[in-house]
């Protein structure tokens, strides 16, 4: 069946000597990463005498059991998804200034009825860094920035997270700049 690369039987291994009652299995997750070894992630065997304990009249049953360390697995699966940044919301609305909440919601319902995922730090006066941050650590791609000289203007400025580039548009165009730039960063 293809498997006999990925098994390997050991004579030595030792399991649960008090109940197993025949041949013992266990299951290591093998990688070139030392970070990712962290031993047996399953074992298990067969042990007839351990469940007829409970049965009445002391029947014997035959058993196969096996456990899944499930801790294990995830903290594996932690370790190697910590580099893998990825979110559903493409861009978040950002300014670093003070009472522009109204404004951020008005662009947040634009990008939304456009059908663009996307968010805003519900705090009414968020500092400008914790925003970009907040970005960087959810994976989301781009940030819409907003301040009252471009409000004044009536643009706003598209930033690439990936690139830390910032592009000034008009806000007419933001909508179809924004899918723009979206279609580019997923194809690259």
Same mark, same amino acid.
């Given at each position: 069946?293809?498997?006999? =690369?990925?098994? @390997? #039987?050991?004579? /030595?291994?030792?399991?649960?000597? =008090?109940?197993?009652?025949? $041949?013992?299995?266990?299951? %290591?997750?093998? $990688?070139?990463? +030392?970070?990712? $070894?962290?031993?047996?992630?399953?074992?298990?065997? !067969?042990? =007839?005498?351990? %469940? *007829?304990? #409970? &049965? +009445?009249?002391?029947?014997?049953? +035959?058993?196969?059991?096996? /456990?899944?360390?499930?801790?294990?697995? #995830?903290?594996?699966?932690?370790? !190697?998804?910590?580099?893998?940044?990825?979110?559903?919301?493409? %861009?978040? %609305?950002? $300014?670093?200034?003070?009472?522009?909440?109204?404004?951020?919601?008005?662009?947040?319902?634009?990008?939304?009825?456009?059908?663009? @995922? &996307?968010?805003?730090?519900?705090? &009414?006066? +968020?500092?400008?860094?914790?925003? #970009?941050?907040?970005?960087?650590?959810?994976?989301?791609?781009?940030?819409?920035?907003? *301040?009252?000289?471009?409000?004044?203007? *009536?643009?706003?400025?598209?930033?690439?997270?990936?690139? !830390?580039?910032?592009?000034?548009?008009? !806000?007419?165009?933001?909508?179809?700049?924004?899918?723009?730039?979206?279609?580019?960063?997923? /194809?690259?």
């Amino acid at each position: 069946f293809g498997c006999l =690369d990925h098994v @390997s #039987f050991d004579l /030595s291994l030792a399991r649960g000597l =008090d109940y197993y009652t025949g $041949s013992i299995f266990e299951a %290591v997750l093998e $990688s070139d990463n +030392p970070h990712d $070894s962290v031993g047996s992630v399953a074992g298990g065997g !067969r042990y =007839d005498n351990l %469940v *007829g304990m #409970f &049965a +009445p009249k002391g029947r014997s049953l +035959p058993c196969v059991g096996v /456990s899944i360390g499930i801790e294990r697995l #995830f903290s594996i699966m932690e370790k !190697r998804m910590k580099d893998v940044k990825t979110s559903v919301v493409k %861009v978040l %609305v950002v $300014s670093g200034q003070k009472g522009l909440m109204k404004e951020r919601m008005k662009l947040l319902n634009l990008l939304w009825k456009a059908d663009i @995922s &996307a968010e805003m730090l519900y705090k &009414a006066n +968020p500092k400008l860094l914790s925003q #970009f941050q907040h970005a960087e650590n959810e994976g989301i791609p781009l940030c819409l920035v907003i *301040g009252e000289s471009e409000l004044e203007q *009536g643009v706003v400025k598209l930033r690439n997270n990936q690139e !830390r580039e910032e592009k000034t548009i008009a !806000r007419d165009d933001l909508v179809a700049e924004t899918r723009k730039l979206l279609a580019e960063l997923e /194809s690259s």
